[in-house]
């Protein structure tokens, strides 16, 4: 077995072994099967470029199109020409499932089901690593620089599982690592062991060699880089930041088995709920009919961000159930709180395409077709496995909760646990924010006469204005900064209220959805971009979670918190027409929701699923078309590669325009005769080192077919050459870069125009690119050697003389 083939073995064994990290992160492990086959597609077709000698950007290229191809073939058959040779259908069909393969990433918690798209995500991953791995240890022979793709995988993989990657496959990655290494240092010193160890039967000879431990010195260099880099990869994971949220943060515990487990978290949607207020046309998203008897006070919750970590306000992760017929009563709600029971029938417009339903709060019962799954603990519907909002109808029962005042002020102490977490602060939120809560309430009996004391503050008492063009923020930084200017949009009044309702004790979240909309002339209610809201929702025992309004000129304030209470009377439902809903022609993509500056991981996702709304189409990432096209760029610029060196070999060897010297005059008939070799190479004369200038002129004439200007050209440069390699004094040498050209026509007119399209297209000389760029490796591996052996100058002769002492 070859040194390279032995290499390329280790190679694909040190990529699956660290692989094998990942296995924790899916539920099923039969994903590693299908990466190891593709990878040995790709590594195969890397050793049999090798074997046939090809130049290195040609090897690689040829497995980054073997891998396409193989991809292709697992995920996009049905898109692609003949189910392998890709097209702009299966460009789409990959971005989609990178997309939500994105999405499932932050929907599900460790394990994560296997979906198509964390399928591609995790076996394109190992085989791009496989690549690089490939790459550097057996094309470029550069095996400890491997290290750092492997390290990457298993850091990635560790991380991910919050160390549920273990010892084991940080020992067999690490085995891994070193079985690669041991393989390059066995290839090196097979082809450089008379460097190190000097010629036998000599005193530095091999047997010397052995006794001072030079030869061990590329494999004892290769053990120290493997320490280093698993001591890196012990550390790296450890100083990763903790992920959290669905598949990026589980710990495990959540498990899908059956139907009922699983667990769910969302990214942050505040930045699109931004995008949606400032479009210049309010799109219908949804319309609905409810016999509620005041639909001005119905609101569309999505979801609750219920975890202030001081840097935002974010969802946290849920376990799923499988959705009740009837919905469990509301937590903290009391027997003694009136109680109107509501059907809505609701449209969602083609245009609307989120994963979580949004439903008046509470629901206590919804009929909707589809895969979805229920979060009890706030209350909301979440797609699985890629169902979406997009053209669902359904009808929802729901409880129109009526408090009094004196009911909210009796409220009593919240359960311990409850208010245990949902009273936590950061410890990076600003004094000013307590202060000015204690100051806004001074006086206030009552839980919620200070909460109706925040809202009134918000609304009308504190000076604060709409705008929504105010930079968007989520952390304490955000909230100090809008108690200071007093302007913002509904996210700052929101966290802002929510901020200090926890610095004094109550219970606080932040809800998403919709405010009412507007009541259109057939009875039904249209929902539209604009309509895009965020409020406070406050706990008080007795009757559960309690929506405040602290946005001045959105939305309504509760009843409960004016003088007046009205009441509702409901009446029948009506159904939605089929025609309700006027689909919007396109829905924005992830990067129109997502500015630049808040474009990160756990800020804005690759989907806006949980996000208020979206109102295009997203189609393909503008990142995937990009990379699709940078990739098609170079694919399809490698065939040209040959011809471009070639370009510039000639130009340099033309460019010098005389020798102010002996020597110059001397390297430039050199570089003249050499383009001229080189140019009949191309046109299929192989260059014959053996001949004299004089023969080998000759013969590229005679089989060049070249008459009249052109042989005489070849024969006077020849003739110049001879002059500056044997003539004692060659002075008077003359050529010009007129002969090359001429030479250069005579060849391309006799050739015929296929080969001289060839000739400049795929030039033959071109390979000696390659022998150069070996020439000079070896030099490295030289001087390398050298600078091994001077290290230790007298390590070998010490140890001799205290043994014959």
């Not at 290229?61 to 299966?90: K, N």
């Not at 709180?337 to 449209?347: D, F, G």
Request: aromatic share 6%.
């Amino acid at each position: 077995m070859s040194g390279r083939t032995r290499l390329a073995l280790c190679a694909f064994a040190a990529t699956m072994m660290t692989a094998g990290a990942m296995l924790p992160l899916v539920e099923t492990s039969a994903w590693l099967l299908q990466a190891a086959l593709l990878l040995a597609v790709q590594s195969g077709v890397g050793a049999l470029a090798r074997r046939m000698r090809l130049a290195r950007i040609l090897t690689v290229s040829l497995q980054a199109l073997a891998t396409l191809l193989t991809l292709t073939a697992a995920f996009a058959r049905e898109h692609a020409l003949f189910g392998v040779l890709p097209g702009p259908r299966t460009v789409q069909r990959l971005a989609e499932l990178l997309t939500t393969g994105a999405d499932d990433v932050g929907r599900y918690a460790i394990p994560a089901p296997a979906t198509d798209g964390i399928l591609l995500m995790l076996i394109g991953g190992v085989l791009l690593i496989g690549l690089a791995v490939d790459v550097l240890a057996v094309t470029c022979r550069a095996a400890a620089a491997a290290g750092l793709p492997l390290l990457a995988l298993y850091s990635v993989a560790a991380g991910l599982s919050d160390g549920g990657a273990g010892w084991l496959w940080f020992l067999l990655a690490a085995c891994g690592y070193l079985l690669l290494l041991l393989a390059e240092g066995r290839d090196r010193l097979s082809r450089w062991g008379r460097v190190f160890g000097g010629v036998p039967g000599t005193p530095g000879g091999p047997a010397a060699g052995r006794g001072t431990g030079r030869a061990l010195a590329p494999v004892r260099t290769g053990r120290r880089i493997g320490v280093v880099a698993m001591g890196i990869a012990l550390a790296v994971p450890a100083a990763l930041p903790a992920l959290d949220g669905g598949l990026l943060g589980g710990t495990g515990g959540g498990s899908r088995g059956g139907s009922g487990g699983g667990t769910i978290s969302a990214v942050n949607p505040l930045v699109s709920l931004q995008n949606n207020l400032n479009q210049p046309e309010n799109r219908e998203v949804m319309t609905y009919r409810t016999n509620s008897g005041n639909p001005g006070d119905l609101y569309l919750r999505i979801l609750a961000l219920d975890e202030f970590s001081g840097g935002e306000w974010r969802p946290s992760t849920r376990r799923l159930r499988d959705v009740p017929d009837r919905l469990p009563q509301p937590s903290g709600l009391g027997q003694d709180v009136a109680v109107t029971e509501i059907r809505t029938n609701i449209s969602a417009s083609p245009s609307y395409r989120q994963t979580y339903l949004p439903l008046p709060y509470p629901a206590s019962e919804v009929d909707v077709r589809g895969r979805w799954r229920y979060e009890p603990e706030g209350r909301t519907l979440v797609g699985d496995d890629g169902q979406t909002t997009r053209g669902a109808r359904y009808e929802v029962s729901s409880l129109v909760v009526e408090p009094t005042a004196a009911q909210l002020a009796r409220s009593t102490a919240p359960p311990a646990d409850l208010a245990r977490e949902y009273t936590r602060i950061p410890p990076s939120l600003p004094e000013v924010v307590e202060k000015t809560a204690a100051r806004v309430t001074e006086g206030a009996t009552d839980d919620y006469e200070r909460a109706v004391r925040l809202q009134d503050w918000f609304t009308s008492e504190g000076g604060f204005r709409y705008d929504t063009t105010v930079t968007s923020g989520t952390g304490t930084a955000a909230i100090e900064r809008f108690l200071k200017e007093k302007e913002g949009f509904c996210v700052h009044f929101s966290f802002a209220m929510a901020a200090m309702a926890r610095t004094l004790g109550i219970p606080a979240r932040v809800a998403v959805g919709f405010t009412p909309g507007t009541v259109q002339a057939d009875g039904s209610v249209s929902v539209g971009l604009q309509d895009a809201h965020a409020w406070p929702e406050l706990y008080f025992e007795g009757v559960g979670w309690t929506r405040f309004e602290p946005t001045p000129s959105r939305g309504s304030a509760p009843a409960y918190t004016l003088p007046d209470v009205p009441s509702q009377d409901p009446s029948d439902p009506a159904q939605p027409t089929d025609g309700a809903s006027v689909a919007p022609t396109a829905e924005p993509s992830a990067s129109e929701s997502c500015p630049a500056r808040t474009r990160q991981p756990g800020e804005c996702g690759a989907s806006a699923a949980a996000g208020v709304v979206d109102s295009a189409d997203p189609g393909t990432p503008a990142g995937t078309v990009v990379l699709w096209v940078l990739g098609s760029l170079v694919v399809l610029t490698l065939p040209l590669v040959p011809m471009l060196w070639r370009m510039r070999a000639r130009a340099r060897r033309l460019s010098s325009s005389g020798g102010r010297t002996a020597a110059d005059t001397a390297a430039r008939v050199m570089a003249a005769w050499r383009e001229i070799t080189d140019t009949a190479w191309d046109h299929g004369i192989p260059p014959d080192d053996s001949q004299t200038p004089r023969k080998a002129a000759a013969r590229v004439v005679r089989l060049g077919g070249l008459e009249g200007p052109a042989s005489a050209a070849v024969h006077r440069v020849a003739g110049a050459v001879e002059r500056v390699l044997y003539a004692p004094e060659p002075g008077g040498v003359m050529t010009s870069v007129e002969d090359v050209r001429e030479a250069r026509a005579g060849l391309r007119a006799s050739g015929g125009r296929w080969n001289s399209l060839r000739a400049t297209l795929a030039p033959r000389s071109a390979v000696r690119v390659v022998r150069a760029g070996s020439e000079r490796l070896s030099e490295l591996g030289l001087r390398w050697s050298g600078v091994v052996g001077r290290l230790r100058p007298a390590a070998g002769p010490r140890r001799t003389s205290r043994q014959r002492g």
